[in-house]
Nanobody
Framework: QVQLGESGGGLGQAGGSLRLSCAASGRTFSSRAMGWFRQAPGKEREFVAALGSSGDTIYYGDSVKGRFTISRDNALNTVYLQMNSLKPEDTAVYHC??????????????????WGQGTQVTVSS
């Protein structure tokens, strides 16, 4: 019912910036909280950021606080992840995710129902 497509990944330099986008299908985007998670090779999936449907509730993982910013444009059915001050340890596949309608934002992957296929982010030193 909801398809999510990430874009904007690629190769970045340490200290540089990248901006990820996640476009959602359908007409229910504004009723869903959105999140970003990442998974590096050999590591478990890690929470990155989450944003409530209205944009008022925001959570960040400890490792990205002060560096990453999550935002959304409900008119465009898109959630963004602005990644600044990149570090090599930010290298991972980044997935966006959407909750079921009217549910709150969560810092845990079990709070989300729909997932994008992911976009690779590689940060060189």
């Amino acid at each position: 019912q909801v398809q999510l497509g990430e874009s904007g990944g690629g190769l970045g330099q340490a200290g540089g910036s990248l901006r990820l986008s996640c476009a959602a299908s359908g007409r229910t985007f504004s009723s869903r909280a959105m999140g970003w998670f990442r998974q590096a090779p050999g590591k478990e999936r890690e929470f990155v950021a989450a944003l409530g449907s209205s944009g008022d509730t925001i959570y960040y993982g400890d490792s990205v606080k002060g560096r990453f910013t999550i935002s959304r444009d409900n008119a465009l059915n898109t959630v963004y992840l602005q990644m600044n001050s990149l570090k090599p340890e930010d290298t991972a596949v980044y997935h966006c995710a959407a909750t079921r309608m009217y549910l709150l934002a969560s810092t845990h992957p079990t709070g989300y129902y729909y997932w994008g296929q992911g976009t690779q982010v590689t940060v060189s030193s």
